[in-house]
């Protein structure tokens, strides 16, 4: 005759671009992102691993624009008690983005759409889970271009008047 209630657990982080792609978020140097997609899964298994039978989203949300109740390039997730894994779509393609953090973890990449690490996590009734180990970073490559130049006089940088570009360097 017993009655048994929980009560639903929240998992939250931050998408962000890491200026340096140096590991977790740092709000020096680190822009948070927003529109991005988070990807929910049941670990039904319990194992920690993002494996077939396990590959469709419970939910997915998008990071948020700063509008609304959640920061900017924050997510948020309320879950029923049980195990999960969180994975950031991979937007390499798109946007020339690489995944900087999480640099280990659970290995998302058994759904070809994700980017390469996520975490596994516990949630119990009531347990909350913000901002910690949660959060995923990325960066984009810099780029670095000149110009390879005879110089006439041999007076510094390239000048155009006098100058010829060499080829094959």
Do not use: M
Not at 107 to 133: L, M, Q
Not at 141 to 164: C, L
Request: hydrophobic fraction near 30%; charged fraction near 25%; aromatic fraction near 12%.
């Amino acid at each position: 005759n017993d009655f048994g209630n929980f009560r639903q657990g929240i998992k939250s982080g931050i998408k962000f671009e890491s200026a340096d792609a140096d590991g977790p978020y740092d709000s020096s140097e680190d822009t948070k992102l927003a529109g991005w997609e988070i990807r929910l899964y049941e670990d039904a298994n319990g194992n920690q691993q993002l494996e077939a039978g396990e590959l469709t989203p419970v939910v997915t949300t998008t990071t948020a624009d700063g509008s609304g109740a959640l920061g900017l390039g924050e997510y948020q997730f309320k879950l029923d008690p049980g195990d999960y894994i969180v994975c950031e779509e991979d937007d390499s393609l798109a946007d020339d983005y690489s995944q900087s953090y999480p640099a280990t973890g659970v290995d998302c990449t058994a759904d070809a759409t994700n980017a390469k690490w996520g975490y596994a996590f516990t949630i119990t009734s009531g347990d909350v889970e913000n901002h910690r180990d949660n959060d995923f970073g990325n960066f984009r490559q810099g780029i670095k271009s000149g110009i390879k130049f005879e110089s006439a006089d041999a007076d510094g940088p390239y000048d155009s008047s006098e100058d010829t570009k060499l080829a094959g360097w």
